[in-house]
Nanobody, 124 residues
């Protein structure tokens, strides 16, 4: 079991940037692929980005490619999420998630450890 706590959300103007953090505790951090999902109001949760356990491979959803970047610091049990050139349609609750696997996946059921979420609001 991995316990996840997100931080860094807030209100930002369109075109601005935010940096989200997710700190993990519990099990061994490097046993887990880490990911970010988001849930817009009235919509289903969608995959945003994932990073492999220890070799830096990443996977992004089409809507954020080239604007967002996921990284991890295994020494600090932390996942970082840089969001640049934010758009109003990026407004959502962002969730950190972990999957005890080697495979990068976009599918939500593969992730069984979740944080409580952090709100990101982008004003136009």
């Amino acid at each position: 079991q991995l316990y996840l706590v997100e931080s860094g959300g807030g209100l930002v103007q369109a075109g601005g940037s935010l940096r989200l953090s997710c700190v993990a505790s519990g099990d061994t951090f490097t046993n887990y692929v880490m990911a970010w999902f988001r849930e817009k109001s009235g919509e289903e949760r969608e995959f945003v980005a994932a990073i492999s356990r220890d070799d830096g491979r990443t996977l992004y959803g089409d809507s954020v490619k080239g604007r967002f970047a996921i990284s991890r610091d295994n020494a600090e049990n932390t996942v970082l999420f840089e969001m640049n050139r934010l758009k109003p349609e990026d407004t959502a609750v962002y969730y950190c998630a972990a999957s005890r696997t080697r495979i990068l996946r976009m599918t939500q059921p593969m992730y069984d450890n979740w944080g409580q979420g952090t709100q990101v609001t982008v004003s136009s």
